[in-house]
Each structure stands twice: as C-alpha cells, then as structure tokens.
Nanobody, 117 residues
Framework: VQLQASGGGLVQAGESLRLSCIAS????????MGWFRQGPGKEREFVAN????????YYADSVKGRFTISRDKGKQTVFLHMDSLKPEDTAVYYC???????????WGMGTQVTVSS
C-alpha cells in the first residue's frame, strides 16, 4: 500500500483547507489512518486519526474543534478538513497508516500548509 497526500497550500489566518490522502491498495478494517505534522524547527506531532472500519476519530488538543478527519471507503481516501487555520498550523502535513495510532508503518510524502497572519 502506498499513500499519496495532496491539498496543501498558502492561506490566510481564519481560512480553510482540505487535505486528501489516497491509499493505493486494500486497507483493512482494523487499520488506522491519520495525519501528523512537522512545523519549522519542531518535531513531528500527531494531528488526527481515524479507525478505518469503525470511523472512530481522535484529535490533538491543539486542533480539536477546528479540524475534522473523515474517510471515504470507496475511494480509499482519508480527508483532513481544517477550519479557522492559525499561523501556528503552518507545517508539512504527513499522512500515515498502520495497525493503530501509535503504530503507523506507512507514510506518504508530506504536503505543505502555510498560514499567514
């Protein structure tokens, strides 16, 4: 399985963006997929996760209430809808997948999100 992320860009604070991550290959219902991000000079951090089968979602406190993760099983795609973006959301966003949130073994190439103030 390979992951391909897209949808990043340059926006102003308060605006929205939607990231997409397409998986080539079968995703098992027990798998988890989600997003991490790495800002300038920062370590990679968790953003959001969704269990492929049940659709259960988890969010970092920093994005809770602003970001929404969802999936389209038919299109093998995970989305990250980001509202009320802040400059501190500026980062390279990475799509990942694995057996669980703490065990991502597959990663896509990152997509840059830049939020100007």
């Amino acid at each position: 399985v390979q992951l391909q992320a897209s949808g990043g860009g340059l926006v102003q604070a308060g605006e929205s963006l939607r990231l997409s991550c397409i998986a080539s290959g079968r995703i098992f219902s027990s798998a988890s997929m989600g997003w991490f991000r790495q800002g300038p000079g920062k370590e990679r951090e968790f953003v959001a996760n969704i269990r492929w089968g049940a659709g259960t979602t988890y969010y970092a406190d920093s994005v809770k209430g602003r970001f929404t993760i969802s999936r389209d099983k038919g299109k093998q795609t995970v989305f990250l809808h980001m509202d009320s973006l802040k400059p501190e959301d500026t980062a390279v966003y990475y799509c990942g997948a694995g057996a669980s949130l703490g065990d991502y073994t597959l990663w896509g190439m990152g997509t840059q999100v830049t939020v100007s103030s």
